[in-house]
């Protein structure tokens, strides 16, 4: 007895090179054949936004957890915001990045006042959040 498994998946609608950032444009839902599947795959398009695509891809590709990561948001050598607050007050500094980061990533950065080197949480573009 053979069992075949259908569902939903996230595809490309269109050949995309390599660093791309998807897009709700850039991908759409398809039903294909599970059981071929065995690298992963994604199911939820709204997910799969603002990933950066790892290498060049065709269309109708099934995006899998392999060929997608998340956008860099603070690059090493950058020069970023160090913030710092609590329900009093709230401190920005200038810093500078000592490694590559994504949203949620904790990255060490330099004061650029202090000269230290901070640990925090990547928050957006450019901002680190530090505990106080």
Same mark, same amino acid.
């Given at each position: 007895?053979?069992?075949?498994?259908?569902?939903?998946?996230?595809?490309?609608?269109?050949?995309?090179?390599?660093?791309?950032?998807?897009?709700?444009?850039?991908?759409?839902?398809? $039903?294909?054949?599970?059981?071929?599947? $065995?690298?992963?795959?994604?199911?939820?398009?709204?997910?799969?936004?603002?990933?950066?695509?790892?290498?060049?891809?065709?269309?109708?590709?099934?995006?899998?957890? $392999?060929?997608?990561?998340?956008?860099?948001?603070? $690059?090493?050598?950058?020069?970023?915001?160090?913030?710092?607050?609590?329900?009093?007050?709230?401190?920005?500094?200038?810093?500078?990045?000592?490694?590559?980061?994504?949203?949620?990533?904790?990255?060490?950065?330099?004061?650029?006042?202090?000269?230290?080197?901070?640990?925090?949480?990547?928050?957006?573009?450019?901002?680190?959040?530090?505990?106080?």
């Amino acid at each position: 007895m053979q069992v075949n498994l259908r569902g939903e998946v996230v595809v490309l609608d269109r050949s995309l090179p390599r660093g791309t950032v998807l897009s709700s444009g850039d991908i759409r839902l398809e $039903h294909r054949e599970l059981n071929s599947l $065995h690298s992963g795959y994604l199911v939820d398009p709204e997910g799969a936004q603002d990933m950066v695509l790892r290498r060049a891809l065709s269309g109708g590709t099934v995006l899998t957890p $392999h060929m997608v990561e998340p956008q860099r948001l603070v $690059h090493r050598g950058e020069r970023v915001t160090l913030i710092s607050e609590n329900s009093v007050v709230t401190v920005r500094m200038a810093g500078e990045a000592m490694a590559d980061g994504s949203y949620g990533d904790r990255v060490r950065v330099r004061n650029l006042s202090s000269k230290r080197v901070v640990e925090g949480r990547v928050l957006s573009a450019g901002v680190v959040g530090v505990n106080m």
